[in-house]
C-alpha cells in the first residue's frame, strides 16, 4: 500500500503513564506496536529503530508479506485472526475491506487516524486517546461512501497486549452472584465473552484483563478492556501463531442490525483499556478517568435508606413516615420509595407504564411523604422501571405496537413484563412526559432507575427488523434529556441488582446498584470485581437487615457495615423494627461513614494479595497519602491461629501513620482482646505497614476489624 507523503510515518501519544505508539508506515495501514508503560524516549529514530525490530519476518508457507496485527485488521491483509471491521453490499458483494490511512490529525494524547478503502466505498475514522489516569480508549466510526446499502456485520476496536500475558481474568455470575471472577490459560485461539441479553447481564465481564500467571492486584503488569455499551457487546482475548497477542471490544449486532444507506454512518461505542502494575493500578486509571469527567457526582454523596427490603410492594404512608423518622434519627440523608406507588401496582404483575401515583394507596399523591421526609431533612428518591411495560397495564392495553418483538407472538415474559421500544419516537415521548411530570410535580432529587429482565427478540414488530441497537440508543438520549432539563437530578442504575453496569450508562448516570445480594460475605467479592471499573462512591452499598433477605444468612451489623464502608452507603432494612440500641449503633456507623466519605470519593482502592485466603484485607488511601482506612475482614476459620501477619499496601512509604481501631469493640469473637494490641496507640511507616504488616486480632467468621491510619509525622 502506498502512504500519502505528507503523512507523518509513527505515532507517540503520552498520558498520565501511559504511552501509545503507532506505526503508520506498515504494509497493513497502522499498527500499535506499543500500548502500556509510558515510553520516555524522545529521540525518534531509536524509535524508528524499535518499530523497524518489530516488524515481523516472511517465513516459509505463509503469505509474501507476513500477516500482522494491524489498528483495523482486515482479512484482505492477510490477517488469519479475528478482523476489526467487517461488512458487505447486496448478496455479499464488496465483502473485501483493505484500508489505507489518508488523514491523521493529533496532539499529545490524542490522535483521529482517517482511512479509506476507495474500491469498496467507505470511510473509516478511528479516534485514539489517552484520557485522564492514563486510560486509552479508541472509537471507531464507519461511513458509507458508495451508493448502495452497506451492512455492517463487525466493527470492534483491538488492543495488542504482551505476548507474555499467559493468563486471563474476566467476570461471570448471575441474579445474586454478579461480577464473579474466573481465570484462564491465555493459550492460542480465542477467549470470547457475549452479552447477548439486551443488556450488559448479571453474567457479564466488566472487563477483561490478562497478565503474566498469578498476576494480583498489587503485582503483575496486566491489561484489561471494558467496552461502555448497555446492549450487547463483545469482548475477546486472542492469541495468534504469528506472533500476536490482542484484546477487543465491541458492540454486538442482532443479524441485519445495522445497514449503512448511503452517506450514512456507524460509530461504536467507546471501548476503554487500562494497564498497571497489579489489578489496582489498573482500576485506578479507570476510577481517575471517571472522577475527571465534569458531570461526576462531586458533592458528599447522601447516605440512602431504600425501602424495597424494609416494606416490599407494602405501601403505607403511616408505615413510611415511621420509617422515615427511624431513618433520619440514624443519619440518613436520603430516602428512596422503591417499587409499588404507581397505579395498579400492587405485586410484580401488573402497572408498569402507568406511572402516575396510585390514588387508592397515596390519595393525596406522594407529596404527604415527600413533605414528611424532607421535614426530617432528607432528600427524596423515587423507583421508577421507565422501559418496561406489564401487559396488566393500561398503557400496554392502548399501545400494543409500543411493545418490542420480532414475532406474532410476544417474547418470552420475564418478571411478567416487556419492552417498550424507545425506537419509537411516540413511546419514547410518553415515557419523557411521565417522567419530567413527576419530576416537576414533586421534588424528585433522585430516581432508582430499574430494568428487570433481559431483552428477548427485541424487534420492530412482527417479522419485524432488530431494535436493539436503536433502543439502546434511545435509552441514552432520555437519561440525557432528563438531565439536561432537571440538572440537579442524580440517577441509579439499577437491573435486576447489577446487571446493567457498563461505562455507557454509567456516564449518565450517578451510582449503580451492585447487587440484591446483600450478605456481606458475598459483597465483598462482588465489590471488589466491580470496583475493578466502578470508583467507590458510585457503588450502592447498602447495610442488610440482620437476617439477608436472598441468603437466609444471619449476619452482624458491624460485618455489614464494614463491607458497605468503602461504596456510596445507605441501609436496606426496616428500621422501625430496631430497638434503640441497634439504632445508636447503626448512627454510630453512619457518623464514620460520613467522616472518610472524602476519602472513599477521592481516595485510591486498595485490595492486598493476602495470603490467607480465609482473611480479605482491602482499603481506601488518600491522594495526599495522609489517611487511610483499611477493613480486615475475616471470611471463614483461619488456618493460622493466631492470625498471621497482613501487609497494608498503599501508604507513603516514608510516612508516619498513627493506627486507630474504630469499631475494635463491635467485632464479636476476639480472643484475649485484652492482650492484643488494639487498644495501644501505635505508629508504623507505610513501609513497614505495606511490608512486614500487622498482626490482627483473631475473629471469628463473618467479622470485620476496621483500621484507620492517620499521617502522625514525617520520619527522616
Ligand atoms: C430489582 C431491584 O434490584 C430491587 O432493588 C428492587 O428495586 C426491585 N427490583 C423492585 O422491583
Not at 477487543?248 to 454512518?265: A, C, H, I, K, S
Not at 486507630?660 to 496507640?681: C, H, I, K, M, Y
Request: charged letters at 20%; glycine letters at 10%; a negative charge.
Amino acid at each position: 500500500m502506498k502512504q500519502p507523503i505528507a503523512l507523518p510515518d509513527m505515532l507517540h501519544l503520552r498520558r498520565e503513564g501511559t504511552s501509545v505508539v503507532v506505526d503508520l508506515r506498515t504494509d497493513y495501514g497502522p499498527v500499535i506496536v506499543h500500548w502500556g508503560k509510558e515510553l520516555h524516549a524522545t529521540d525518534e529514530p531509536a524509535l524508528r529503530s524499535i518499530l523497524t525490530m518489530l516488524r515481523p519476518q516472511h517465513v516459509t508457507g505463509g503469505l509474501d508479506i507476513p500477516p500482522r496485527l494491524a489498528l483495523v485488521p482486515t482479512a484482505s491483509s492477510g490477517w488469519p485472526g479475528t478482523p476489526g471491521i467487517e461488512g458487505h453490499r447486496a448478496n455479499g458483494r464488496s465483502f473485501s475491506l483493505l484500508l489505507t490511512l489518508v488523514d491523521v490529525n493529533q496532539n499529545d494524547s490524542a490522535a483521529r487516524l482517517t482511512l479509506e478503502d476507495a474500491e469498496t466505498e467507505v470511510l473509516v475514522h478511528v479516534d485514539l486517546e489517552i484520557g485522564a489516569g492514563g486510560v486509552f480508549t479508541q472509537r471507531i466510526a464507519i461511513t458509507n461512501v458508495g451508493d448502495t446499502d452497506y451492512q455492517v456485520q463487525t466493527l470492534q476496536a483491538t488492543f495488542p497486549v504482551p505476548w507474555e500475558s499467559t493468563e486471563l481474568l474476566d467476570t461471570t455470575g448471575r441474579h445474586l452472584r454478579e461480577r464473579t471472577p474466573q481465570r484462564h490459560a491465555f493459550t492460542f485461539g480465542t477467549h470470547q465473552r457475549e452479552s447477548r441479553r439486551g443488556r450488559p447481564g448479571a453474567d457479564a465481564t466488566l472487563i477483561l484483563a490478562c497478565g503474566p500467571p498469578g498476576f494480583g492486584f498489587e503485582s503483575g503488569q496486566v491489561h484489561g478492556v471494558h467496552v461502555g455499551w448497555s446492549g450487547n457487546h463483545r469482548t475477546s482475548a486472542e492469541r495468534v501463531t504469528t506472533g500476536e497477542a490482542f484484546l477487543t471490544g465491541g458492540e454486538l449486532y442482532l443479524p441485519g442490525e445495522v445497514t449503512l444507506t448511503p452517506g450514512e454512518t456507524l460509530a461504536s461505542p467507546t471501548i476503554y483499556a487500562s494497564w498497571g502494575n497489579g489489578l489496582d493500578e489498573l482500576a485506578h486509571r479507570f476510577h481517575t478517568l471517571w472522577r475527571a469527567r465534569p458531570q461526576h457526582p462531586r458533592r458528599p454523596r447522601p447516605i440512602t435508606l431504600n425501602t424495597w427490603e424494609a416494606v416490599y410492594f407494602d405501601q403505607d404512608l403511616g408505615r413510611l413516615a415511621t420509617l422515615a423518622d427511624a431513618a433520619s434519627d440514624v443519619g440518613v440523608e436520603r430516602f428512596v420509595l422503591d417499587d409499588g406507588w404507581f397505579r395498579g401496582r400492587r405485586d410484580d404483575t401488573s402497572g408498569l407504564g402507568d406511572w402516575d401515583v396510585d390514588a387508592t394507596i397515596w390519595p393525596h399523591g406522594l407529596h404527604p411523604l415527600i413533605d414528611h421526609v424532607r421535614a426530617r431533612g432528607m432528600e427524596f428518591g423515587l423507583w421508577v422501571e421507565p422501559e418496561m411495560v406489564n401487559l396488566d397495564s393500561d398503557l400496554a392495553r392502548a399501545h400494543p405496537d409500543w411493545i418490542l418483538r420480532a414475532r406474532t407472538t410476544l417474547p418470552a415474559s420475564g418478571r411478567n413484563q416487556q419492552l417498550i421500544n424507545l425506537a419509537n419516537p411516540d413511546a419514547s415521548a410518553y415515557i419523557y412526559a411521565r417522567l419530567h411530570g413527576l419530576l416537576t410535580e414533586y421534588p424528585i432529587a433522585y430516581l432508582k432507575w430499574d430494568h428487570n429482565r433481559d431483552l428477548v427478540d427485541p424487534g420492530s414488530g412482527a417479522g419485524g427488523s432488530p431494535r436493539l441497537h436503536a433502543h439502546t440508543l434511545a435509552f441514552y438520549r432520555l437519561l440525557d434529556r432528563l438531565r439536561i432539563d432537571h440538572p440537579e437530578l442524580e440517577i441509579e442504575s439499577c437491573a435486576s441488582g447489577g446487571a446493567r453496569i457498563d461505562l455507557g450508562v454509567l456516564d449518565r448516570t450517578d451510582r449503580v446498584w451492585v447487587s440484591d445480594n446483600l450478605d456481606p460475605l458475598e459483597r465483598l467479592m462482588n465489590q471488589r470485581y466491580t470496583g475493578l471499573l466502578v470508583p467507590p462512591e458510585m457503588l450502592g452499598t447498602h447495610i442488610t437487615s440482620p437476617t439477608v433477605h436472598t441468603t437466609g444468612r444471619t449476619v452482624d451489623l458491624s460485618f455489614s457495615a464494614s463491607t458497605a464502608l468503602i461504596g456510596h452507603l445507605g441501609i436496606e432494612w426496616d428500621l422501625s423494627a430496631t430497638d434503640a440500641a441497634t439504632r445508636q449503633r447503626i448512627a454510630e456507623w453512619i457518623t464514620f461513614a460520613k467522616e472518610i466519605r472524602p476519602l472513599v470519593r477521592n481516595g485510591r482502592l486498595i485490595n492486598a494479595d493476602n495470603a490467607d485466603p480465609s482473611i480479605d484485607v482491602r482499603g481506601v488511601v488518600g491522594t495526599d497519602g495522609r489517611e487511610a482506612v483499611f477493613v480486615i475482614s475475616q471470611i471463614a476459620m483461619s488456618s493460622t491461629y493466631p492470625t498471621a501477619r497482613v501487609r497494608l499496601p498503599g501508604l507513603d512509604a516514608a510516612t508516619a501513620y498513627r493506627i486507630e481501631t474504630p469499631f475494635a469493640a463491635d467485632a464479636r469473637g476476639t480472643v484475649l482482646s485484652g492482650r492484643s494490641w488494639v487498644n495501644q496507640t501505635l505508629t508504623a511507616t507505610g513501609e513497614e505497614l505495606g511490608h512486614l504488616g500487622l498482626r490482627p486480632l483473631v475473629l471469628h467468621p463473618q467479622q470485620s476489624l476496621i483500621l484507620r491510619a492517620v499521617a502522625d509525622q514525617r520520619r527522616p
